[in-house]
């Protein structure tokens, strides 16, 4: 089964194991589309499911419309926080102990092949990579040539 087909799990989500490296992000999100409350409520119900409630998430207030100052799930109040200076590409949710998750956040219209190589990518026990960076990087693609993969690492194939 698919992560779209589990039980309680309409999220995109991906998340470091708890023993990764800290870096700059501790997974990542991928929303189906920019509606803020449809969103920030199925990636709500899924980190309940899978780490416990949280109690805030604060989101750039440049990228979301504006939404409700607190959103109910799953029987738990969530306070959301707009700001200006927060990282764009990423939302950050407070749990009850105080503990931050930061997640990077992969735009809507991100195509399947990327949206889900990074994903994959921000989720890696050893990842230090800057949400730019993992925005930025290509994923490898399974449909390219080996002859157009020789040639774009700098070989030449000769005129027939």
């Known amino acids: 089964m698919g992560p779209d087909q589990h039980p309680g799990s309409a999220a995109r989500l991906t998340l470091k194991p708890a023993t ?23 990636l709500l119900t899924a980190l309940t499911a899978i780490s416990g409630p949280m109690t805030r998430l604060a989101y750039n207030l440049t990228t979301w419309d504006p939404v409700p100052r607190k959103l109910r799930v799953q029987g738990h109040q969530v306070r959301l926080e707009g700001f200006h200076t927060l990282d764009r590409r990423t939302v950050s949710l407070t749990e009850p102990s105080g503990h931050h998750v930061v997640l990077l956040v992969i735009p809507a219209d991100t195509t399947e092949l990327r949206g889900n190589a990074v994903l994959a990518r921000a989720a890696e026990h050893d990842n230090v990579a800057s949400p730019a960076e993992l925005l930025a990087e290509e994923p490898t693609s399974t449909e390219e040539s080996s002859e157009s993969r020789w040639e774009s690492e700098g ?4 005129p027939a």
């Open 155 to 158: 070989g030449h194939l000769l």
């Open 20 to 42: 990764g490296t800290r870096g700059f992000v501790d997974g990542a999100w991928w929303p189906r589309s920019t509606d803020p409350t449809t969103e920030f409520t199925s």
